[in-house]
């Protein structure tokens, strides 16, 4: 397979010499990758040394504030068959990146996608869709065939980014996952955090719900920005709306955002104790679509 490089000079691929496994997803996943890192104007390169962990933390700081990763973190990976990946602009620079590792739970064998970030200038542009494209091609090369990760369930743009463009689907929720959070973005919020599965010789794009939403767990207030909690008992498909800005409306009045982050959380344990996944996002209202596997298209 052939490789390129990136303006500073790193591989964009894996090594040639690396054999791909048999793949059934309808097109190429580095086609995919690849195609989506050139329109969001960035290129896709190995990050694998020290070095590039100095440049990673850049991303960290820029993206979370104080925190940081240990230098040899990103060396450790690389040397252990977890290669991270990199966004670079025209001028060589990273602005965003993507690591995790190979895990092992219940299911089985799956890549832990950890860290996925682009400094704030970049984001919206589909930056972190490249990045988690390239880390799913990568995944495949190595005979994976799901990815895992956790995100905060009030922030809408991941949401969408995680269910409506690459078709993760949500299997699991705790409340304060990590505990205490100390970053720029976390500190002060009870850390809830969906987890996701990624199944990757799927085609990527959103699942299609066969049947519309029964009821909208949660919504917004038509007087007020606050939450609605509807009383309903989930049943085949079902709505959780949550605020399209959540940082935002949190940082207008702590309060409100508690109500909101109570009211979506209450909402998405009745679902899965209901036996439902979060197969959808509906971008226009800005909710979760949690529906029984029975009524998800093509299945999950």
């Not at 690849?34 to 590039?52: F, I, K, M, N």
């Not at 091609?137 to 969408?160: K, M, S, Y």
């Not at 609605?228 to 955002?257: K, N």
């Not at 979760?288 to 009524?295: Q, S, T």
């Amino acid at each position: 397979m052939p490789t390129s490089t990136t303006s500073s000079g790193r591989s964009s691929r894996r090594p040639p010499a690396a054999e791909p496994r048999r793949r059934t997803a309808l097109t190429d996943p580095w086609t995919l990758a690849h195609e989506r890192a050139r329109v969001a104007g960035v290129t896709l390169g190995q990050l694998t040394t020290v070095e590039d962990a100095d440049l990673v933390n850049q991303v960290i700081a820029a993206t979370w504030g104080g925190q940081h990763m240990d230098r040899e973190v990103v060396r450790a990976l690389a040397i252990s068959g977890n290669v991270s990946w990199g966004a670079f602009d025209d001028d060589g620079s990273l602005i965003g990146f993507v690591l995790g590792w190979a895990g092992v739970d219940e299911d089985g064998l799956h890549v832990h996608s950890h860290m996925l970030a682009a400094v704030p200038d970049r984001r919206h542009r589909g930056v972190g869709h490249a990045l988690k494209l390239a880390q799913r091609a990568q995944a495949l090369d190595q005979g994976i065939e799901v990815v895992r990760w956790t995100f905060d369930p009030v922030v809408a743009r991941n949401a969408w980014l995680n269910l409506g463009k690459l078709g993760a689907v949500v299997d699991r929720f705790a409340r304060n996952f990590y505990g205490e959070m100390a970053d720029a973005i976390n500190v002060g919020e009870r850390s809830d955090r969906l987890t996701v599965a990624w199944q990757l010789p799927r085609e990527p794009g959103a699942h299609v719900i066969a049947e519309p939403p029964a009821g909208l767990l949660v919504r917004s207030d038509d007087a007020l920005p606050r939450p609605e909690v509807s009383g309903e008992r989930p049943s085949r498909v079902a709505a959780i709306e949550l605020p399209s800005e959540y940082h935002d409306l949190r940082t207008a009045d702590p309060v409100l955002g508690t109500m909101w982050r109570d009211a979506i959380a209450d909402a998405i344990e009745a679902c899965l104790d209901a036996k439902m996944l979060g197969a959808a996002f509906d971008r226009e209202r800005s909710s979760y679509i949690f529906a029984v596997p029975d009524a998800i298209e093509g299945g999950v």
